[in-house]
């Protein structure tokens, strides 16, 4: 190449120092390019730092050079951005803790962090934590239209004197989804009931979707655990959600979940657990809600206060919808009516495959359910509830059917332990067993006003006072093959049989694959084979076939919720 003078090597040099850094830049662009997607495009920015600090103090900061990144930061980057983009940040294991006081600030640059663009705030598989240290909410979702994805996350540490949402606040008319995460001891310290809701959730937004989250230990005026107010095009869906030990302090107030306004709420495989307000514990619907319950449970949940405002220890339910596969049970009302649920005015829910168990007014009416809406029950038990009146089921002025139930071993301190029933009520009883209800010497089914309808039902086990007691004009319409212990009822239709035993079993599991709780026909009762030809109910309780019980080659149904199986026993569901 021949001898080259000073002065070229050293533009050589630069040359290739030149292009040693373009080479550089360029990789850090690559590694840095967005992700292009339909709707704009997805900028990722690794947040590598849990220091709490803003963009005044880690300028560099921004969506393609994440060195020195906090989450504040980042943020603070993303909504001064593009709204047409979405800005996905990684997170490291580990607590980030807020440091930065200054509440009502709305640009993240103190107290919370305000999301005012399309971000997604992914936690690491290590654990990621985001304590607000008490210095105020956790998350604001304000943006107008925007949307917020959290997964893998811990919301903790938010504290509020006033306003909702200590742990997430979403205003935005944008999408909220939160996957995977916790939302944990957040509390509310205000007392004015209109505004200071919702201790660890509190949305008003447009939809909202909650995936396998828990949501414990959250406290406010009312809602400790999640309040939702709608608007009509509200959806909000829950699935695999936990929404336990929360608290509610207001007179009014429910402690686990609450809402208000209009919206559709499917809830799939949701457990409502050991929540505490004062006028409900689990949950409140609102009249203008339409809800579905699929799978999960509302169990030990407590109603504190002695207001004279209709709540249940476990859910208060207006509005209409379904329940389903669910139970319902060890809910208290320490003060008022209703352990259970209870099914206000106006209301109109599809109740199946539910069990109602061990719920507890304990100076008050309605053990286990209370309605004073339209109801229909099938394959519902109640069992084990316990109240003054109408320790099963409690009705008033109620729209109420039951198909293939279980009402047994509920407990009265006066009358109706197994029902009560009074006011401009129509109610039909079919299929449907009452069983060893305990009562101080009324009567198992209670009822006064109006009639009551049976049909192909069994009446069994008073021990003290009677099956029936009508009251003031109440009389029993029957319409056909039903059995009663004694001759209280006055049941005098084709196929009733008065003061017959039924040969019953004690209340029982269906078998173990089901949570199930039938009380079993006995061989050679009287049930057996005898309810209405052609009857037009094709299972049971359990979701058995009906089927020639006897094994004398006709196939008749048997009464009650019950069918006999002849020379075995088969607990399992066919469907």
Request: aromatic share 8%.
């Amino acid at each position: 190449m021949g001898n080259r003078s000073p002065s070229q090597l050293r533009h050589r040099r630069i040359f290739l120092i030149s292009v040693q850094t373009s080479v550089i830049v360029l990789l850090c662009l690559l590694l840095a390019s967005p992700v292009y997607s339909a709707t704009g495009t997805t900028y990722t920015a690794e947040v590598d730092t849990l220091v709490d600090s803003n963009a005044h103090e880690y300028q560099q900061c921004t969506l393609f050079n994440d060195e020195d990144c906090s989450l504040r930061g980042a943020i603070i980057a993303a909504n001064a951005a593009s709204k047409a983009n979405t800005y996905h940040l990684d997170l490291p294991a580990g607590k980030i803790v807020f440091n930065i006081p200054g509440q009502d600030e709305e640009d993240a640059y103190t107290g919370d962090l305000d999301i005012k663009n399309n971000i997604e705030i992914h936690g690491n598989a290590g654990g990621t934590i985001i304590d607000a240290n008490g210095l105020d909410r956790v998350i604001d979702h304000v943006g107008s239209g925007v949307t917020l994805k959290i997964d893998h996350v811990t919301i903790t540490g938010g504290a509020l004197s006033s306003g909702g949402g200590a742990g997430i606040r979403s205003t935005s008319t944008g999408d909220l989804t939160i996957l995977s995460s916790t939302i944990i001891e957040n509390d509310i310290t205000g007392t004015t009931f209109a505004t200071d809701k919702g201790g660890g959730l509190y949305d008003t937004g447009g939809t909202l979707q909650l995936d396998a989250t828990w949501i414990s230990s959250n406290t406010a005026c009312d809602a400790g655990g999640v309040y939702l107010l709608g608007s009509t095009a509200a959806n909000f869906s829950m699935d695999s959600v936990t929404i336990f030990d929360n608290e509610a302090l207001c007179e009014g107030s429910t402690g686990g979940l609450s809402t208000s306004g209009s919206m559709t709420l499917e809830m799939v495989d949701t457990s409502i657990g050991t929540n505490t307000g004062l006028v409900t514990g689990g949950m409140y619907i609102s009249s203008s809600v339409t809800s579905s319950m699929d799978g999960g449970s509302v169990t030990n949940n407590t109603a504190t206060g002695d207001e004279s405002i209709s709540g249940a220890g476990g859910m208060m339910l207006y509005g209409s919808g379904t329940i389903r596969n669910i139970l319902i049970s060890s809910n208290r009302n320490i003060a008022r009516p209703v352990g259970g649920v209870n099914f206000g005015s106006p209301s109109n829910y599809l109740v199946e495959d539910v069990n109602i168990l061990a719920n507890e007014a304990l100076t008050s009416n309605a053990g286990g359910a209370y309605v004073f809406g339209t109801v229909t029950f099938k394959r519902v038990t109640f069992a084990g509830n316990l109240s003054n009146n109408g320790a099963g089921v409690f009705l008033f002025n109620a729209v109420a059917n039951f198909e293939n139930c279980t009402i047994a071993n509920n407990t009265a301190y006066q009358d109706g332990g197994a029902l009560f029933a009074f006011g401009d009520h129509v109610i039909t009883l079919s299929h449907t067993t009452i069983h060893a209800n305990n009562h101080a010497g009324g009567a198992a089914v209670y009822v006064a006003d109006a009639p009551i309808t049976f049909k192909n039902s069994i009446f069994s086990d008073v021990s003290v006072g009677f099956t029936c007691g009508l009251h003031s004009g109440a009389t029993v319409i029957s319409e056909g093959y039903n059995i009663a212990t004694d001759e209280s009822c006055g049941i005098h239709a084709v196929g009733d049989l008065s003061s017959t035993d039924p040969l019953l079993s004690n209340l029982n599991f269906a078998g173990p694959a089901t949570m199930v709780r039938v009380v079993p026909l006995l061989a050679g009762s009287p049930a057996i084979d005898s309810a209405q030809p052609d009857d037009p109910l094709l299972y049971d309780q359990r979701g058995m076939p009906r089927i020639d019980g006897d094994g004398d080659g006709y196939v008749d149904s048997d009464r009650g919720s019950f069918e006999y199986y002849y020379l075995f026993y088969l607990p399992l569901i066919s469907k």
